[in-house]
């Protein structure tokens, strides 16, 4: 996928690095993500960015004032890209500007950003962002681990147990997460076990447990569904599917955070392959200009600024309220009426019912997972293949196969977009469908296919 990358002391402003940095969506597409079955580090940095002032004036600036591990001995194009790395992640951390003024009460709020190395790589910012422990005003810092794995929740942990190292002390953080570096990520449904000693606690045992189900462990759907109905939902998800420009504005960097995710989870087994900020720094607020897709989150005190933009067509989402301020007018007619009655109708079950956040993600993924199988769920039967094993997808007889109109009319549409083309060029590639979640829900929806044809034989 080519991508124009500016790198720092070659002519690249912070403006366009951090445009760049920003650009490459975290993936939710299996045999997209890197082979995370152990054995890798956890994180590449933990670093803590606090604010401090700026000349003589009332702004602050997020500066790094710890990282853990210091790197040395670096190849001069690898000290290029870390610099680049630490330049671009303070703005992300601390997206809502420079002014601020210190406090006695803040809410901590943990969230997430995406950044693109040149190489095309992707690193994950998990952030903590909290008051430090101590008495009358004082300004907030972020604790951000730097990593290339999507697992929120575990991170979320891992967050937790920095946080309760830190009001003790900075120098009780480095064992902690010096044990963690050397330990091996575990494969998912495994736990790995960590020891840690605390002064006037004692030694702490830590597990760490991946979800058995990967391809939503770096997603929580409870945000989005506090945020929005169902019928919304829907409505963003098929702006998503076409490509258009999507912005959230929200209050909290948590509810942007976790809504972007979940809204871009839902394109499993696809990949969100554009512009995707789950929240633009204020030094970025002109990506809602562009005229290509993107997925971004706004913070609400930016509203203004993003409404009087010159936007082309977008789906502006107002989170706090539930509401859409701006929309293309067509979004309730893009997919077929009947798949979304279906869609609806899952999701409209069982809701009362107190479920785990893993069955919470399971039940609202699968209605999407759904409808992607009943569309599109046959085209491996439609990658020819030579003698060297390289294939070619037949896309005229592909969505020919289809018997709705409507599914067809929706299909034509959808193989045009950059969401379908990725994923049938990995497909030409592999011999094979990727076994992973997607494909079981294909073969099972087949196989029940098959048994209600036979009941209707039997019936005749």
Not at 67 to 80: A, I, S, V
Request: charged share 25%; proline share 7%; aromatic share 10%.
């Amino acid at each position: 996928m080519p991508r124009g990358h500016s790198q720092p002391g070659r002519g690249g402003s912070l403006q366009d690095n951090l445009r760049d940095a920003a650009k490459e969506p975290e993936r939710a597409q299996e045999h997209c993500l890197p082979p995370f079955a152990g054995g890798q580090h956890f994180f590449e940095y933990l670093l803590v960015v606090s604010l401090k002032k700026k000349g003589s004036g009332a702004d602050y600036e997020p500066t790094i004032t710890y990282q853990f591990p210091k790197r040395e001995n670096l190849l001069r194009g690898q000290q290029e890209e870390e610099e680049r790395l630490l330049g671009a992640i303070p703005l992300f951390c601390f997206p809502d500007g420079n002014e601020w003024a210190p406090l006695t009460e803040y809410p901590r709020e943990t969230f997430s950003f995406v950044l693109t190395n040149v190489d095309g790589s992707r690193k994950i910012g998990y952030c903590r962002r909290l008051l430090p422990a101590g008495r009358g005003p004082r300004l907030p810092k972020v604790y951000c681990i730097i990593s290339c794995i999507g697992c929120f929740g575990l991170f979320s942990k891992i967050l937790d147990e920095v946080e309760k190292r830190h009001q003790i002390s900075m120098a009780v953080i480095y064992p902690f997460m010096q044990g963690l570096r050397e330990a091996a990520f575990p494969a998912p449904g495994k736990t790995v076990t960590l020891k840690s000693f605390i002064p006037d606690s004692g030694t702490e045992f830590i597990s760490l447990t991946r979800p058995l189900d990967s391809h939503l462990e770096h997603v929580d759907f409870s945000s989005l569904l506090r945020c929005l109905r169902f019928e919304q939902i829907l409505q963003i998800f098929a702006s998503a599917v076409l490509e258009r420009r999507i912005i959230f504005l929200a209050e909290g960097l948590s509810t942007l955070s976790q809504c972007i995710h979940a809204a871009a989870a839902l394109l499993y087994p696809f990949s969100w392959a554009h512009t995707y900020i789950p929240v633009v720094p204020e030094r970025l607020l002109d990506t809602v200009c562009c005229p290509t897709p993107f997925m971004v989150g706004v913070q609400m005190r930016f509203q203004q600024q993003v409404m009087d933009s010159p936007m082309e067509e977008v789906l502006l989402v107002n989170l706090c309220e539930g509401t859409f301020l701006m929309s293309v007018g067509d979004e309730k007619d893009i997919l077929p009426p009947k798949l979304q009655d279906d869609i609806l109708d899952s999701l409209g079950q069982g809701t009362n019912e107190p479920q785990t956040s893993e069955q919470l993600n399971e039940h609202v993924s699968g209605p999407f997972v759904q409808f992607f199988v009943k569309t599109v769920g046959h085209y491996a039967s439609y990658i020819k293949r030579e003698a060297n094993g390289q294939g070619h997808f037949q896309e005229r007889a592909f969505y020919k196969a289809l018997t709705s109109k409507a599914n067809r009319r929706f299909v034509k549409k959808f193989v045009k977009t950059q969401l379908f083309s990725l994923f049938i060029q990995e497909a030409e590639k592999s011999r094979n469908p990727p076994a992973g979640y997607f494909q079981q829900k294909i073969l099972e929806y087949e196989e029940q296919k098959k048994q209600k044809k036979s009941r209707e034989k039997t019936v005749k």
